[in-house]
């Protein structure tokens, strides 16, 4: 009977995934009721006008304080006032920085005027102004706050890992000789309860939820939406959104694409 024990895991680990995706779910959606006025973004009352978004307003919510760096560089570089080269460079040409992004990037790289790419986006996410950016989204409602229990994002993955846990549990049960009292087929049953209920999670969560997002709440989801539409595929709107991966000069994308060291 120890395949009993087995199953126990299964369900308790299907059990606590759902329990937290659902409370992430609950926790996401009145995030964005609380919204304060002073903080220049209107009050989400859930009509389906959503606030205009900065580019670092919208990079920040869709990808975090590094894709706030990775916007500012791409920004700078397209202005001719910062070279990034494709070995994983940043040069710089222009050493007034014309906002506080630029002027963190800028400290980041340095005095010499040159550094890698890889420390200053790391340096640059981390900057007072990021935090300053994502303090005002979260108070207005449409960034997941710093310091959440979990995300959807996350409680997502945590299910998924659930439903994968699963089926190993079960075929790790079913290979144990002389632990049966049942058939097989029956104990394979069982382990199928817990996977159903993780899949079926994962349904209603991708149905009422997505797409998760580890960063914007569901109305800063709203906001990024409404940028997305009005934005005609602007370059620096796709980057914002979309990352670099966006970007359409393959230089640009080998410039990101080297590691700290």
Known sequence: MLWVLFLLLAWAAAGLACTRLCLAAVHAATAGTGAVASTGFPADSGADRAPALTLYEAAFLSGGPVRVADLTLVSMARQR???????????????????????????????????????????????????????????????????????????????????????????????????????????????????????????????????????????????????????DGTYLASVAVHGVRAAGEPDLRAAFAHRER
Request: charged share 15%.
């Open 81 to 231: 006032r910062l070279l990034l080269a494709h070995t994983g460079w940043a040069t710089v040409v222009d050493p007034d920085g014309r906002d506080d992004m630029e002027r963190s990037v800028l400290g980041a790289i340095g005095p010499r005027g040159q550094a890698r790419i890889a420390p200053v986006r790391r340096v640059a996410a981390a900057a007072d102004s990021v935090r300053r950016l994502a303090d005002r989204l979260a108070a207005a409602g449409l960034a997941v706050p710093d310091g959440a229990p979990t995300t959807v994002a996350g409680a997502v993955r945590q299910v998924r890992a659930a439903a994968a846990a699963a089926p190993v549990l079960g075929a790790t049960a079913l290979l144990m000789p002389g632990q049966f009292s049942e058939s097989r087929g029956v104990i394979a049953l069982w382990f199928a309860l817990p996977l159903a209920v993780a899949l079926l999670c994962l349904a209603i969560a991708r149905f009422e939820v997505h797409p998760y997002n580890r960063w914007a709440s569901p109305a800063g989801q709203r906001a990024l939406a409404a940028l997305a539409a009005h934005s």
